[in-house]
């Protein structure tokens, strides 16, 4: 029905792997999937399919050692508010993402895996607390939580008192204020800022390989998903070439796995900088596939275009040797090419 669903060891499966003829229904409606540890027979597979709702909860809430759980009202001071939270499920725990916002403070929804938020210098007002949970492993949300609280101001910022000093001093409050109302905004700012800029990291932390600093296998694989699609819906063309380091197993016993990361390092260098120049152009996606592997998606080329470019970055790769510390160490590759047109493959046969 167009979901997927991520069946694991807690539904009955014996072990979490499985292989793509290890699927077999039965007439009453059953099914046995291979595993490899053996055999399991879901009796009712619709009941696996049945996810059941999950909300998110709000387990504490301080601020300056007062609990803030059932709301109501606290005077405000420079005390920072802190909510801990979690989501009442035990699915897919390691997959789970909180959404959470401060309405009335936050301008966005913060997202992130920790259950956990806090808001130093927090000014007085009334406040709304919401997070809900996304299981991000079966696209599920679960229902949201709230707690509502307000923090007073002091008395020395009541109306009244507020007026009986504008009657006084009118500039020098004023000018007060203003600092303290801009502080504010900067503190908030910044804060904002921050937030963006770990968002930023992680999303980028989760796309791209640690070693080499291209993407990672899973956003090559969604976006060669995309560029499929996308010879579906326009009837234009694609290449897909996987760059193979030839024996690399003799580099690492020979010169050890440093240098062997360096050489992947270096490789994957080269293959960006190829990308830069006529050889092939920058639309073209660049990742490592996995171990020794590389995967080059040729965005609107023909064959004949493709083998060009696998061409051209084979003479990248092997035209010189490596350098790591004194050693120069010789680096051959295997270019193994396809091509999709209208209607394309699917991708696991493309690959």
Known sequence: GGKVFHITDEDGLIRDDTGDRAFLPQGDGSVWIGTGKGASHLLKPELVLQRPLFAAAIEDAQYGGRSLLGGGTIDWSQATPSIRFSALTFRNSHELLYHSQLLGFDAA???????????????????????????????????????????????????????????????????????????????????????????????????HDSLTGLLNRRALLNALSQEIDRVSRHKTELCVAIIDLDHFKRINDTFGHLAGDETLCQVAARLVSVSRISAARTTDIIGRYGGEEFLVIFREARYSLGVERCESIRQAICERPIRYQNEEITVTCSIGLAWAHHPPEPVAKLL
């Open 109 to 207: 929804e913060t997202v992130g895996k920790g259950p956990a938020m806090s808001y130093p210098r927090l000014p007085p007002g009334s406040y709304t607390f919401r997070v809900y949970a996304e299981d991000t492993g079966n696209g599920a949300l679960s229902a949201p939580a709230e707690l509502t609280f307000e923090l007073t101001p002091p008395w020395w910022r009541t109306g009244w008192a507020e007026a009986l000093a504008i009657a006084f001093v009118l500039g020098l409050i004023a000018v007060l204020w203003y600092l303290l109302h801009q502080a504010l905004l900067a503190q908030q700012r910044k804060l904002q800022k921050m937030v963006e800029q770990r968002t930023a990291e992680l999303q980028k932390q989760a796309n």
